[in-house]
Structure formats: C-alpha cells, structure tokens
C-alpha cells in the first residue's frame, strides 16, 4: 500500500492562509489544527466569541467555501488527486479510523487528514449508523454495492451461527465477484467487512451476527459455549473452566462454572460432570428419562438397542442403563423379550 507524499499540516496551513483570522481560528479549533488536538464543538466556540452556535456553523461552512473558491485551493488540486487514488487503494470505500490510522498514528496528522477530506469535492463522508461505521468513499454507486453486498451476508448468517473467518470471506468474494479484479484482494475484503457494525467476529476468530452471544461474549456462560464448541466433544466442568482461562484469559473458578452450565440451557449433562452442547442433538433428564423418551418415540427395543442409543445421548456404564432397566414401575418387557413403558 502507497505512502502520501505531501505534508498535511503544511498543505492544511497554506490553505487556511487565505481566510481572515477569526475564520482560520474557528476551522482550527473545529477539526484540532493548533497545539491542541482536541476538536472543540460549535458551543464553546461560540462561547468563546460570545456567538451562538449556529452562527458558528455559518462562519465555518462559509470558511470552508471560501477555501474551496481560491486559488490557492485550486493549486492544491494534486493533494486531493493523491488522496482519492489513496482510498481507491484501500479498497474504495474504508472506514474513517482505518483510512487515517494508515497514513498516520499522530492524531494530529489525521485531524489534518480529516480537515482536508472535508474540503475536498471529490470525497464523500457518511457518519456511522446502526449499520455501518464513519466511512469515506469517492465513487457513490460503488460504495453501495459494497453496502449491499456487507447486508447480504448478514441476511445469510442465521442468529447464533459461528462461521470461520475463511468461510466468510469466501461467501463475501462471492457476493462481490462482478467488481473489478483488482479489489478482490484478501486484505481489502477484510477492511470492507470492518465496515459491517452487523457482522463480527468473537474471541476466537469465528464470525456470525454481532448481536449474538456466541460473537459478543460477555460473561461465564457464553465464554463455556465457546469453549465446548471449540473443543467439539462434551468436557468435565473442570475442563471447560480451565479452557475459559486458557482460551480467553479470564479467571473461571470450577464451582461457579459448574453453576452457570447447570443453569443454562445450552448445556446437557450427558455423564459424571460431563456436559455437551445441546445444539448436538443431546437430550437433557437423568439416564431414567432419556429411555423413556426413546421408547415413547422408537417404540419397543431390546437392551443393546437401547445402550446403542443411551450412548448417543450420554456417557454412562452398560450397567448403569441395565440398572434403570429394572425399574418396573417404569419399564417392562413385551412377549418379544424387547423393552416397553410400562
């Protein structure tokens, strides 16, 4: 990715040069130009000149054509070109922190940066809203197949599912494959997703809705969903908070996560203090219970039929299935020797 050549502070100098003084000053306390890079809202420099705010807006936008009339403005012209080949090799529409961290890490350069994007004509800014963050763009269609393109992928992400980011940005090249080549470039797919305020990715790299607990993990039980399904098999307790600590750094004592898997319907206890996901098609109850679901569905079947499907649905003994067999207040053999409710 190309550097800018010109000098910011200095292009942003020359051209508040051509405004008189109180103007120079209003612009520079609004975008953070002076010693202070603290942008100052229109209140306290109206406050500051005894004025009111809107009339604060008029002598900016009044400042800010002015400055886009002169000549001077007009010499500049090669700055501006610079910066619009810039944000195409970003990828044509980025993200306002993207686009200024890259030219600069000194807030003062990117309050230059950003003054200079609002004087240039070619440069559109839309302010963050409830999907998409702050972003520049030069070209309007194009940046709206992009936004098109970040919703599609959205709609196709249903609530609590995690995707690989690999998977992702294969479905996204998809959604995108009809612009020109050289835009479809890993690195500029990525800053296009980061766009997406819809669309994140959780602590471990996997992608889904940015809404959902599975992405937004806040406390100990979504840090334990996280960890099973990482693991891909049930875990002990003990296991599953030593994976909390481990995988997201955060202190998990055993008892309180015992707990919170007790508590949370995600979580099926399938053995001795071992839990597995409840979206792998495991059944919650006692050993006792989960028979006697099988047999009220599949009807009559024989004892190594039942451990057969006892060991889908948990991890318990032979014995320990055979044990609950014997209750005959709840199970009983038909004249086939095969096991029905009783």
């Not at 206890?269 to 006697?292: H, T």
């Amino acid at each position: 990715m190309a550097k800018i050549t010109f000098k910011p502070k200095q292009v942003s100098k020359t051209l508040l040069s051509v405004l008189p003084p109180r103007a120079q000053e209003v612009l520079t306390s609004r975008y953070g130009l002076g010693k202070t890079t603290t942008k100052m809202t229109l209140e306290s420099i109206g406050e500051r000149y005894g004025i009111t705010r809107e009339r604060v807006r008029q002598i900016e936008n009044h400042a800010v054509l002015s400055i886009r009339k002169s000549d001077t403005f007009e010499k500049t012209t090669p700055v501006f070109d610079e910066l619009e080949q810039y944000i195409n090799s970003l990828g044509g529409v980025v993200s306002e922190e993207e686009l200024l961290s890259s030219i600069s890490k000194d807030k003062g350069t990117q309050n230059h940066i950003h003054f200079l994007l609002v004087l240039g004509n070619s440069f559109t800014h839309k302010k963050e809203d409830s999907e998409f963050t702050h972003r520049w763009y030069v070209d309007e269609e194009f940046a709206d197949q992009i936004h098109v393109a970040l919703r599609k992928l959205y709609s196709n992400l249903s609530d609590d599912e995690l995707i690989t980011e690999s998977t992702l940005l294969d479905s996204f090249l998809n959604e995108v494959k009809h612009l020109n080549e050289e835009y479809l470039q890993e690195e500029i797919l990525r800053r296009w997703l980061s766009l997406s305020k819809t669309i994140a990715k959780n602590p471990l790299g996997e992608w889904g809705q940015a809404s959902s607990s599975n992405v937004k993990a806040k406390g100990m039980r979504d840090f334990a969903y996280l960890a099973i399904k990482r693991h891909g098999s049930p875990m002990h307790f003990t296991e599953v908070a030593n994976a909390i600590t481990d995988l997201f750094n955060k202190k998990a004592h055993v008892a309180t996560c015992h707990n919170e898997l007790i508590k949370d319907k995600r979580f099926v206890l399938v053995g001795r203090g071992l839990y597995a996901l409840a979206e792998w098609g495991y059944s919650s109850g006692v050993v006792k219970e989960v028979l006697r679901a099988i047999l009220s569905k599949e009807g009559p079947l024989t004892r190594e039929e039942l451990i057969d499907r006892i060991r889908k649905e948990r991890y318990v003994k032979d014995n320990t299935i055979s044990v609950n067999l014997q209750d005959t207040s709840v199970f009983k053999k038909d004249k086939n020797g095969k096991y029905i409710l009783a």
